[in-house]
Antibody, heavy 118, light 110 residues
Framework: QVQLVQSGAEVRKPGASVKVSCKVS????????LHWVRQAPGKGLEWMGA????????IYPEKFQGRVTVTEDTSTDTAYMELGSLSSDDTALYYC???????????WGQGTLVTVSS | QSALTQPASVSGSLGQSITISCTGT?????????VSWHQKYPGKAPKLMIY???KRPSGVSTRFSGSKSGNTASLTISGLQAEDEADYYC??????????FGTGTKVTVL
């Protein structure tokens, strides 16, 4: 059974950065596209980027380019999402997920709450 | 890339049918990229309900169906049940291989 376990809640000051991890078990990370999605309080889902091992490329939406970095350590099947230049607007629950839109391959982490406050 | 447009809320009585629209552009939904629908309860991770526009993953009720026409995708829930009360999000890949979610629709069962 595939499981995604994310790191714990984080609190950061404005201007700082945060790195969230996502440990995959039950499957090899190198065979799955790993996405990052966030949901701010009272807001909708927002896609932040993904690494596609088939294309060997990382794709980010224009909004996050230059501010978010998605990496993977396939030796430990752990993915990371680092977001910099934080502001209060980045306060959100951050999810990792595999193969979005692919039945039987789509799995989600439990979410990591990131709070940005001075 | 702007979010796909969904109605903020849709409501229906038990047993009725409701339809949620999801409007995009020729760069996403209209470009024949696969559309998915997710159901989300507060505090829970999203669950895939429809993929590739109309297909249902194993275990998803047949009461959920999807369709697409031009730049608009739709999710229909028939025989509305109390447990269907949740938020629903459409999503589509774009011509630049990015993914965009819809603005989300809160479904209320009266």
């Amino acid at each position: 059974q595939v499981q995604l376990v994310q790191s714990g809640a984080e609190v950061r000051k404005p201007g700082a950065s945060v790195k969230v991890s996502c440990k995959v078990s039950g499957y090899s990370l190198s065979e799955l596209a790993l996405h990052w999605v966030r949901q701010a309080p009272g807001k909708g889902l927002e896609w932040m980027g993904a690494y596609d091992p088939e294309e060997d490329e990382t794709i980010y939406p224009e909004k996050f380019q230059g501010r978010v970095t998605v990496t993977e350590d396939t030796s430990t099947d752990t993915a990371y999402m680092e977001l910099g230049s934080l502001s209060s607007d980045d306060t959100a629950l951050y999810y990792c997920a595999t193969d979005l839109g692919v039945p039987s391959h789509e799995y989600w982490g439990q979410g990591t709450l990131v709070t940005v406050s001075s | 890339q702007s979010a796909l447009t969904q109605p903020a809320s849709v409501s229906g009585s038990l047993g009725q049918s409701i339809t949620i629209s999801c409007t995009g552009t020729s760069s996403d939904i209209g470009s024949r990229n696969p559309v998915s629908w997710h159901q989300k309860y507060p505090g829970k991770a999203p669950k895939l309900m429809i993929y590739e526009g109309w297909k249902r993953p194993s275990g998803v009720s047949t009461r959920f169906s999807g369709s697409k026409s031009g730049n608009t995708a739709s999710l229909t829930i028939s025989g509305l049940q109390a447990e269907d009360e949740a938020d629903y999000y459409c999503s589509s890949y774009t011509i630049t291989s990015t993914l965009v979610f819809g603005t989300g629709t809160k479904v209320t069962v009266l």
